[in-house]
């Protein structure tokens, strides 16, 4: 394995990995292609939360800087989340993964409510969970959300699947001599704002000492690849392993 003794993980896809070729919105077949990257993340023995970011559907900090009120912005941003579970629990059933959504906004018609021990004992029970609406409250992100999860369920990685390939020095999409780090601390990413997560979500990883791995999710194939070993990705933790920057 990558990282050793990992058991339990958490993955962490942005919105806009739902999308496919679309420029807005969920496509299923998309969906169902994550959905069988999961499978196989969980056939190979893992413990798999999900968390989904919803910038597919609305983004609150967007909406925010068009006027809207923050808090409002980031409640509909939360719920879009909802909305991207509830998708991607569709396609891992088609997959006969048993899955359970629970969401920090209580929803009982359609999910189940954040609670850690239940949400233990689906792991235990091979399920999938997904934990949507972020926090539950505005001003947060789904990275803060997923960082957050990840500690509360004691992961062992939290993986970010993500259109680049891992943390460069600078934007590789705007510079083409933008280096890659195969391993980078946490102190590192929040001096030099890296942006791999935002801030608070890099610091609570680097309290409960969760290594990130960041990667693309955007090549088929690449979450087994890189639980494997094998994949690109970089690794952000703490500064006093495998020396790196």
């Known amino acids: 394995m990558l990282l050793p003794d990992t058991k339990r993980i958490l993955l962490k896809l942005s919105g806009e990995c739902l999308m496919g070729d679309e420029d807005y919105g969920i496509d299923p077949a998309t969906v169902l292609e994550l959905a069988k990257e999961v499978k196989a993340a969980q056939d190979s023995g893992l413990e798999v939360c999900l968390v989904i970011g919803g910038g597919n559907i609305f983004r609150g900090m ?4 068009q006027g809207m009120d ?7 941003g939360m719920l ?3 909305m991207n579970s509830l998708a991607m629990q569709s396609a891992l059933e088609q997959l006969g993964v048993h899955t359970r959504v629970q969401s920090a906004i209580q929803m ?3 999910c189940e409510p954040v609670i850690r021990r239940r949400a233990e004992r689906h792991l235990e029970k091979g399920r999938v969970v997904i934990f949507a609406a972020g926090v539950g409250s505005p001003y947060f992100t789904t990275d803060s959300g997923a960082a957050l999860r990840a500690a509360e369920m004691k992961c062992d990685a939290l993986l970010k699947g993500t259109s680049v390939d891992g943390v460069y020095d600078s934007d590789p999409k705007k510079n083409s001599d933008a280096k890659r780090f195969d391993t980078v601390s946490y102190d590192k990413v929040l001096a030099d704002n890296l942006k791999v997560m935002d801030a608070s979500a890099v610091a609570l990883c680097r309290d409960n000492d969760i290594p990130i791995v960041v990667f693309s999710i955007r090549e088929k194939g690449n979450v087994a690849r890189v639980l494997a070993g094998n994949g690109v990705q970089t690794i952000v933790q703490k500064d006093n392993r495998n020396g790196e920057v």
């Open 70 to 76: 923050r808090a409002q912005a980031d409640y509909m």
């Open 80 to 82: 879009a989340t909802v």
């Open 108 to 110: 009982d018609e359609v």
């Open 62 to 65: 967007a909406g925010a800087a």
